[in-house]
């Protein structure tokens, strides 16, 4: 019922910046929360940040004050905004939605942080 597409990956040097967008098939404000998580290879895929659709945010302690979340009602978008980043942020990103007691994800985005 929610289909998400994200974009926005690619690779970049460490201390450099990405921003991650999330496009949701669904009118953001219907559903739950929307979030990033990641997955390295050889790891449980861990939360990086999410956003209530009232627009309280949480995120990770290993991301905090490096990343931002935020949301564009009109467009129906998610995003997240990446600073300072560093090798250990190196995973698939994937897009999260709960809508209707239903976990929604997106196909996922490689990020590479690397010199």
């Known amino acids: 019922q929610v289909q998400l597409v994200e974009s926005g990956g690619g690779l970049v040097q460490p201390g450099g910046s990405l921003r991650l967008s999330c496009a949701a098939s669904r009118n953001i404000f219907s559903i739950t929360h929307m979030g990033w998580y990641r997955q390295a290879p050889g790891k449980q895929r861990e939360l990086v940040a999410r956003?209530?659709?009232?627009?309280?945010?949480k995120y990770a302690d290993s991301v905090k004050g490096r990343v931002t979340i935020s949301r564009d009602i009109a467009k129906n978008t998610v995003s997240l905004q990446m600073n300072t980043l560093k090798p250990e942020d190196t995973a698939v990103y994937y897009c999260?939605?709960?809508?209707?007691?239903?976990?929604?994800w997106g196909l996922g985005t490689q990020v590479t942080v690397s010199s």
């Open positions: 956003i209530t659709n009232s627009g309280i945010t």
């Open positions: 999260n939605a709960y809508y209707l007691s239903m976990d929604y």
